[in-house]
């Protein structure tokens, strides 16, 4: 096992902090990783210096990661896409004829299409053996080896439990999974939840008013996943409730800032919240399947300028409770 994941040569397209943690942590002990970055310079910079300095300063890369110059050159046994969302269906034309396993990083749903990432890449190249990679991770603590656990599924549980045993090792542990449309579910809808969560934060409503979000917010995104064709028990695991738990609890999550900096009355932070770009996605794809999310709405309005901070708070708290706890 261990000279097999030393053997596995890894490319990772998107070389922002999620893209170069993930270099660092695949690189141990000593697997070759290619990443590659679309900022150029930025990839330059960090060929001289072995460091991302603008997002992960610092943390220097292993010596068995090579920081390339060009998309092709990034070509491997097994590619991550590891940029935003919003980007991957820009990717898809330089995939074509590629026959690796591709395994989607990135936690959102496509705005403009409406549908979940990896519903995108296999429309696009029929054929391919599209993957998804979550779970609850801060770029950093995963780039300093920490220990982290994430969820790695495929469509095919068997090639799902061998990737996952060929990547995983030391402190990075993976847990195969067949259900790639729960990771993706979770991964996407708990960013969403995360913005309420900061919110409930940033109004001083308490503890007890931030648990609540948090579970109710839990309710949605089970409601969605389950009527797309996900399992309970995927939306209860690491890519769902564990994510969850660490995006809408701490300041660490982009998410989580946003909504604290919107719950003060504040301008949003300037880094990227993939929440923000989900949320409206989200809302969409819900309408579409007759499913009730009031938080993710909130949310969407909110974002939109159509609602304020104050009058979604009183809106959620109006509403009848349910009949049944989902």
Not at 62 to 67: D, G, N, R, T
Not at 86 to 103: D, H, I, N, S, Y
Not at 163 to 170: E, F
Not at 239 to 251: I, N, Q, V
Request: proline residues 6%; glycine residues 12%.
């Amino acid at each position: 096992m261990e000279q097999e994941y030393k053997a596995t040569t890894v490319g990772i397209v998107g070389a922002g902090s999620w893209g170069t943690a993930l270099a660092v942590a695949l690189a141990r002990p000593s697997r070759p990783v290619r990443l590659w970055g679309r900022d150029g310079a930025a990839a330059a910079r960090m060929r001289a210096t072995r460091q991302n300095e603008r997002h992960l300063p610092g943390v220097v890369l292993p010596a068995s990661v090579e920081v390339v110059e060009s998309f092709e050159a990034a070509a491997a046994p097994v590619l991550l896409l590891a940029v935003p969302a919003q980007a991957v269906a820009g990717l898809v034309a330089p995939l074509r004829g590629r026959t690796e396993p591709l395994l989607l990083c990135a936690k959102g749903i496509d705005r403009a299409s409406g549908r979940l990432l990896g519903e995108i890449v296999e429309a696009a190249l029929p054929g391919a053996r599209v993957g998804a990679l979550s779970g609850p991770s801060f770029a950093r603590e995963v780039a300093v080896g920490l220990p982290t656990a994430l969820t790695l599924a495929m469509p095919d549980q068997g090639e799902a439990a061998g990737l996952a045993a060929r990547l995983g090792g030391g402190t990075l542990r993976l847990y195969p999974s067949d259900d790639r449309t729960g990771v993706e579910t979770g991964g996407a809808l708990k960013n969403v939840i995360a913005i309420a969560a900061g919110i409930v934060m940033g109004q001083g409503l308490g503890e007890n008013a931030r648990a609540a979000l948090v579970t109710r917010g839990l309710a949605e995104i089970v409601r969605l996943g389950i009527r797309l064709g996900a399992r309970p028990e995927t939306l209860m695991g690491l890519s769902g409730l564990g994510d969850l738990m660490l995006t809408a609890t701490s300041t660490t999550s982009r998410n989580t800032r946003l909504g604290l900096a919107l719950g003060r009355g504040q301008p949003p932070p300037q880094d990227l919240s993939e929440g923000a770009f989900t949320a409206e996605a989200a809302l969409r794809l819900a309408r579409t399947h007759g499913v009730d999310l009031p938080i993710t709405g909130a949310v969407a309005r909110i974002l939109k300028g159509d609602l304020a901070v104050e009058d979604a708070t009183a809106l959620l708290l109006a509403r009848p409770p349910p009949a049944a706890e989902l």
